[in-house]
C-alpha cells in the first residue's frame, strides 16, 4: 500500500500525509489493544468504532437512512428519507416485508404535518466506549458535530481517568489522537443507524 502511496504522489500532500500519520497512529493503539485484551468489550468496541468511522470514506455523500413508503395522500410507493418522513409526515403504519434474504422496513404515511423537531439521531462513528450516551444526538447537534465529538470524547476521558486498570491508561493515550478528529468531523463521517422520534408507531 506503502508503494501505490509514493506512485500516488500522496505523501507530497501536507494535509493528506497528516492525515496519514494521524490513522496510523490511531490504528496501532487499536490494534495494540485488540492484541492485549483479545476478548474484552472495550477493544472489540474500539475495533468497531474505528472499522465504522474509516467506512465512511468509501462513500462521497452525507449519510441518511432512506426507505420504502407508500404515501396515501399522492397514492405513490417511493424510497425516501426516513429523516424528511419523520420530520414532515404523519406516520399511519409501519410493515415488515420479506425480500429473499432481508428484511425491508415500509412506512404508510399520510398528510403533511408540522415539523417535528424531537427527532434523535443513533450514530456508530461518534466513539462511545463506556460512554453509550454519546451514540444519540438530537436536530440542533447535527450543525455543529466537532463539539459534540469533542464532548464525547471528554465523557470517555472522565471516565477512564477515575479507572485504575491498564485498560484505562491505554485508552486515555488512544483518545490524545482521537481527539484530533473533531477538528474534520462533519456529516460525511456521521453515519446514522437508526432515527426515532416520538411517534407512537416507532
Known sequence: MKERLIEERFFKNADAYSRYKLFSKIDKYIYS??????????????????????????FFRD???VVQI?????????????EWILQYKEILGVEEIKHEKYFVRKY???????????????????????????????????????????????NIRKKNKIGVEEIN??????????????KTFNRKRLNIIGIESQNHFL
Do not use: H
Not at 477493544?43 to 474509516?54: G, R
Not at 491508561?169 to 473533531?182: A, C, D, I
Open 108 to 154: 404508510t404515511v399520510g398528510n403533511l404535518k408540522d415539523r417535528d423537531s424531537d427527532i434523535q439521531y443513533q450514530v456508530n462513528t461518534i466513539p462511545s466506549v463506556g460512554a453509550k450516551e454519546n451514540e444519540f444526538l438530537c436536530q440542533k447537534e447535527m450543525y455543529d458535530l466537532c463539539s459534540v465529538f469533542d464532548r464525547s470524547i471528554d
Open 169 to 182: 491508561r491505554k485508552q486515555l493515550e488512544l483518545l490524545e489522537y482521537v481527539k484530533l478528529l473533531s
Open 63 to 65: 449519510n441518511s437512512i
Open 33 to 58: 489493544l485488540t492484541k492485549t485484551f483479545p476478548k474484552g468489550p472495550i477493544s472489540k468496541a474500539w475495533s468497531d468504532w474505528w472499522e465504522n468511522y474509516l467506512n465512511t470514506f468509501l
Open 70 to 82: 407508500f404515501d396515501l395522500s399522492l397514492n405513490i410507493e417511493l424510497f425516501y428519507s426516513l
